[in-house]
């Protein structure tokens, strides 16, 4: 099931895709928070009920347009994307790190499918992408032994972890320059975690402007999903919907030598298999 957050007539709803992707079924929660942690059965149930609405009539959100806290992500979390780092900034990016690396980014407002990434002209330099799989908690987690992992999962979306490269590296921590207005696309929708088998194993890919930048499939991470939730819950509760993005394959701007950072006007497509295409504009 494919669920979506959607404006209609300026109300703010929430839905799951017709299967043809045309339609959205209306579904009785106040929004996505509400929504995350129903059983797939139930959701199935209700949206049977519920009368289509054509999607050309409406104008899609991120799935989850105000997360309750911050997202947590991973740093580094491809092998091909560690060496490309290093190879931009060996300071600030040594791939000599046998733990992960955690951070997090402030989301006041997550830009929906076709919405603005800002490119904050006179503080941003060195505006970057990155393609990544993001999970959705759909239940309390505390104590999650690893194999247990994917029964906390309620799905998978879309996220690009957009990163104003040279705040990032200049103020040491990342968290101000991973978290500007405008820097968290998230969508077009997410995935339920029944249509996925575990651990994911999709393909990634990141284009500006059409052109190829990165390529990768969900089970090169360095730190799996399983050992994240394990790790991260064996002292950190994680609270229905919490937002965990697993890193970013290698073909960031930053790795190519001259980079390929992002301008006004460019347009980033983030896609993953089974999911979909989160497409963005930069202004
Ligand atoms: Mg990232």
Redesign the pocket.
Known sequence: MKLVTYLEHGMEKVGALTADETAVLPLPYADMNALIGTPVQQLSEKAAKADAVPLSAVQLCAPIPRPRQDVI???INYKAHAEEAERYNADAFTKERPIPIYFSKRVTEAVGPDGFIESHPGLVQRLDY?A?LALIIGKTARDVAPEEAGDYIFGYTVLN?V?ARLLQTTHKQWYFGKSLDGFTPIGPCITTADEIAFPPKLAISASVNGELRQSSTTDLLITGIADIIAELSSGMTLLPGTII?T??PSGVGMGFDPPKFLYPGDIVECTIEKIGTLRNTVR
Do not use: K
């Open positions: 992500c991973l740093g990155e990544e972890d990163s993005a890193g970013t």
